[in-house]
């Protein structure tokens, strides 16, 4: 069956990087779009990021320049790469598809969702 496994979350300080991993199984990865969502305390679900099987990329404005998305269809993983990390970045971050060749904006269009991980973003 389909499975999204993340990793990579921690703590880290403002200023600081992290890489999120994206395992991906039960699928080829080659052919479908995958995203980041992400979910701060007492906020709604908030799309980060996309990739789609082309290799184009998409990113929500706040992390526009700081975080890269990308895919290695031979490991079966997507990463995201967060740069200039804020505290505003603090979340469980998910990795989700839609087995789907685009990437809708709405959480719902997303079928398949990983157990997340905890991104601290603190001194």
């Known amino acids: 069956q389909v499975q999204l496994v993340e990793s990579g979350g921690g703590l880290v300080q403002p200023g600081g990087s992290l890489r999120l991993s994206c395992a991906a199984s039960?699928?080829?990865?080659?052919?479908?779009?995958i995203g980041w969502f992400r979910q701060a305390p007492g906020k709604e679900r908030e799309g980060v990021s996309c990739?789609?099987?082309?290799?184009?990329?998409s990113y929500v404005d706040p992390v526009k320049g700081r975080f890269t998305i990308s895919r290695d269809n031979a490991k079966s993983t997507v990463y995201l790469q967060m740069t200039s990390l804020k505290s505003e970045d603090t979340a469980v971050y998910y990795c989700?598809?839609?087995?789907?060749?685009?990437?809708?904006?709405?959480?719902?269009?997303?079928?398949?969702w990983g157990q997340g991980t905890q991104v601290t973003v603190s001194s």
């Open positions: 039960g699928f080829t990865l080659d052919y479908y779009a």
């Open positions: 990739i789609k099987r082309d290799g184009s990329t």
């Open positions: 989700v598809t839609g087995l789907g060749s685009r990437c809708p904006q709405g959480d719902d269009e997303y079928d398949y």
